[in-house]
């Protein structure tokens, strides 16, 4: 269902003795199933309006582990509905601690992007369940918790090792730490 981007497969001067994986690709398959999270951005309700004419143009943006996702800007809409589905490969799993950063913002087209609402979301339950419904109140640009939702359903597939296949624990390190099964080439 998802494409994966794999590396050339030239040979590379690593630890990994040749008859065991002979390349990036093959190491790749062998060193983990990919994870997944998916967010889906079902709706917002209530957000604020900080147009002085008109409504506001919200969009959403998620972040988790620094990599962003963005939903499209739905033009003067307070209750905006967006249902659009985000994706973020995991080779390595999520943790108790993993936070999903969200941020609601009014689209601009030439000063910048006014913040409608913002939340930090905990993903220890997701970590646990698998699967979620969420509504995540969102504090508006004092801090404050008002009366502003967004709607998310967010579902966790851990990566899994091949139960088959045995890796030398450095060189996992080396790969998931640059990317890059040569330590030596970040």
């Known amino acids: 269902m998802f494409g994966s981007r794999r590396s050339s497969s030239r040979r590379c001067p ?31 309700q209530n957000l604020q309006n900080v147009e002085r004419f008109g409504y506001s143009d919200p969009h959403v943006v998620l ?10 800007v739905i033009h003067s809409e307070l209750n905006p509905e967006w249902n659009e589905t985000f994706t973020w490969k995991r080779y390595r799993p999520l943790t108790e601690e ?19 609402g913002e939340a930090v979301y905990p993903l220890k339950d997701l970590v646990r369940s698998g699967a979620q419904e969420a509504t995540v109140p ?3 640009r004092d801090g404050k918790v008002g009366e502003s939702r967004l709607n998310l359903y967010l579902e966790y597939t851990k990566p899994t090792l091949d139960p088959d296949e045995e890796m030398e624990e450095g060189v996992a390190g080396a790969v998931e730490e640059t990317g890059n099964p040569c330590p030596d080439e970040g």
């Open 14 to 44: 690593s630890p990994v003795p040749d008859d065991h994986i002979s390349s990036y690709r093959e190491y790749s398959d062998v060193m983990s199933k990919e994870g997944l999270l998916q967010v889906l951005v079902r709706n917002a």
């Open 63 to 72: 972040e988790l582990e620094g990599i962003k996702r963005t939903t499209r």
């Open 98 to 116: 993993s936070m999903l950063l969200i941020k609601v913002y009014d689209y601009e087209k030439i000063l910048k992007n006014k913040l409608l």
């Open 138 to 140: 969102l504090r508006d």
